[in-house]
């Protein structure tokens, strides 16, 4: 089974976009958090669908980092009937804070 969790930091706005029946599907380029600068890539796509594609647009910003937890799969590029890359793709299907930015959090009045 490719069922599995991470810790990755959102480095992308992320992107909805809707099937004609109304289901949304939100993409997002993140990467995982490295001490060290490392020359292999780290970034992939997240898939987020239905009700969970809101949320992660309400709740969370470029630079925050996330708990998820998903499927991962890989998703060739093609061009004119070749094969010129794959990419790692994770559909979510949960999302848990943390280490987010409070930017849109109010301030409680003294």
Known sequence: MNYSNFIVKIIEIPKQSFFKDNTSVTEILVKFPQIRENK????????????LAYDILKYYNVN?????EGYISLKSSISDYLI????????????YPFIVND???TKIDK
């Open 84 to 95: 010129l890359d794959k990419q790692v793709e994770i559909s979510v299907f949960k999302i």
């Open 64 to 68: 925050d980092y996330i708990i998820i």
């Open 103 to 105: 930017s849109r959090l």
């Open 40 to 51: 292999l890539a780290s970034t992939f796509y997240l898939s987020i669908w239905g009700d």
